[in-house]
């Protein structure tokens, strides 16, 4: 297995404390640029997997890219990525959801503050916050394109109960989202643990749990901001069909534990 | 003459160099929270002079304070202020346009790219860009709040050309302002000399460059970032009464060279 990536326990700690953590130049620039050449195939597809900036026909992102697309299929399953969220969530794990930001230049706008797991818990039927985020940076996080901006600590608290906004699963995926967290609620916890934009390089991992709050600014820098997310749950907090309510593309519905490939290339 | 300012040679070649310049702790602990709720008096006196946040009745910002506000008025007359406006504008000057800008927490909204000679210029009737503005600090500006994010050097290239939204003045106060510089120059601008958002504590000065592009992004904060700007203009370059279109509190019409108080307070 090439290039296989893995946590000391000191980044288990930070990861564990704070609520997320980055892996620097986990992929190098022609990974990226591959990943960046999928991507653009994906949001040029269009369909009802495609969302774009309110009012305006600007790609903000799409979903379940794995689902459809070989080459992200091989991508869950890198030796880069799925020891590592198998290491964190301490189980065998396989992926909830899939989707790629776009946070473009100039145009991507603002995401309010929310917790992932109020949707996998209201919409999805996931039982548990055992799951998490990868975040590969398509493009280099700046303070000046829009950097998710994390409460470090806040997954600590659990889920914050949420006002209701709108109906349906399609409120799941507007700029107006359906669960965000209370500004009062924000206050307290920001006046308590301060708040976090981590940057880096294109090609590094930001890994974060289900729980943390986080939101970010619009990108009002010529550079975009492309983010490609997937989320591991672990197999034994499979969410609950019965109670879910999204199509497969939102929440997945496989639950075989997944296993690492030997390289994405191979 | 107590706590006059003056900047060394060095932070003059900054200034002429960057297009702004920030010098720290200018007005103390007291004195930002005397000018804090001078400030808030003038939010709360509602009024065509105070603007709000689009769709909401959260304050924006205020302007020509100077003018009905004795404690306003003699800031402008600040030891600390008018002897560094003189030495940059190199001349006696007045003040053009003053204006409190609130960009309260989680509120405060985005400012798109522009520059402020253009609307001096257009909507004023100012022959040139030989002004300058001074933006004290009245809140700790992070790289959360809300910064001004200038292009560094961004104001040798002049005046661009912009389109024109809307008609009328209104626009020059409107949330889509009425001149903004086109993204793809923008892209040029940027791709060539970069961003920065200056940041310091409380009671600092920003010193800017009446071409100098900037922007900024909305407050995701807990904290508003309460930002007091006081245009001075050089007397030399006064505006044409028969040019400008705005009332007296967005564009002064009393050109007397100001002179320095001993003090604030005195």
Same mark, same amino acid.
């Given at each position: 297995?090439?290039?296989?990536?893995?946590?000391?326990?000191?980044? !288990?700690?930070? +990861?564990?404390?704070? #609520?997320?953590?980055?892996?620097?130049?986990?992929?190098?620039?022609?990974?990226?640029?591959?990943?960046?050449?999928?991507?653009?195939?994906?949001?040029? *597809?269009? #369909?009802?997997?495609?969302?774009?900036?309110?009012?305006?026909?600007?790609?903000?992102?799409? &979903?379940?890219?794995?689902? +459809?697309?070989?080459?992200?299929?091989?991508?869950v399953r890198?030796? =880069?990525l799925l020891p590592v969220a198998e290491q964190l969530l301490d189980d065998d794990v396989y992926v909830h959801?899939? /989707?790629?930001?776009?946070?473009?230049?100039? /145009?991507?706008?603002?995401?309010?503050?929310?917790?992932? +797991?109020?949707?996998? &818990? &209201?919409?999805? #039927?996931?039982?548990?916050?055992r799951a998490l985020t990868a *975040? @590969?940076?398509?493009?280099?996080?700046?303070?000046?394109?829009?950097?998710?901006?994390?409460?470090?600590?806040?997954?600590?608290?659990?889920?914050?109960?949420?006002?209701?906004?709108?109906?349906?699963?399609?409120?799941?995926?507007?700029?107006?989202? /359906? +669960?965000?967290?209370?500004?009062?609620?924000?206050?307290?916890? !920001?006046?308590?643990?301060?708040?976090?934009?981590?940057?880096?390089?294109? #090609?590094?991992?930001?890994?974060?749990?289900?729980? !943390?709050?986080? %939101?970010?600014?619009?990108?009002?820098?010529?550079?975009?901001?492309?983010?490609?997310?997937i989320t591991y749950n672990s197999v034994a907090n499979r @969410?609950?069909?019965? =109670?879910?309510?999204?199509?497969?593309?939102? *929440?997945a519905?496989d639950f075989t534990p997944l296993t690492a490939?030997? %390289?994405?290339?191979?």
């Amino acid at each position: 297995m090439d290039n296989a990536n893995a946590l000391s326990p000191q980044q !288990i700690d930070e +990861y564990r404390t704070t #609520g997320y953590l980055v892996q620097e130049r986990v992929f190098d620039e022609d990974e990226v640029t591959w990943l960046q050449a999928e991507a653009a195939r994906e949001f040029a *597809a269009g #369909g009802e997997r495609v969302t774009v900036e309110e009012g305006t026909d600007i790609v903000r992102g799409v &979903h379940g890219c794995h689902l +459809y697309t070989e080459a992200f299929g091989r991508l869950v399953r890198s030796p =880069r990525l799925l020891p590592v969220a198998e290491q964190l969530l301490d189980d065998d794990v396989y992926v909830h959801q899939f /989707k790629i930001n776009a946070k473009r230049a100039f /145009k991507g706008e603002v995401w309010e503050w929310h917790q992932d +797991y109020t949707f996998w &818990h &209201h919409e999805d #039927g996931m039982p548990a916050p055992r799951a998490l985020t990868a *975040a @590969i940076f398509l493009d280099e996080v700046t303070e000046f394109n829009g950097p998710l901006t994390f409460v470090p600590g806040g997954h600590d608290d659990g889920m914050i109960d949420t006002e209701v906004n709108g109906e349906g699963w399609a409120g799941t995926l507007a700029a107006s989202l /359906k +669960y965000s967290v209370d500004i009062d609620t924000m206050r307290k916890l !920001i006046e308590r643990n301060g708040m976090a934009a981590p940057k880096g390089p294109r #090609g590094s991992v930001l890994w974060f749990d289900a729980n !943390i709050p986080h %939101s970010s600014v619009p990108n009002i820098s010529p550079f975009d901001r492309g983010l490609l997310l997937i989320t591991y749950n672990s197999v034994a907090n499979r @969410i609950d069909l019965a =109670r879910g309510t999204r199509p497969e593309w939102l *929440a997945a519905r496989d639950f075989t534990p997944l296993t690492a490939l030997h %390289s994405m290339s191979s």
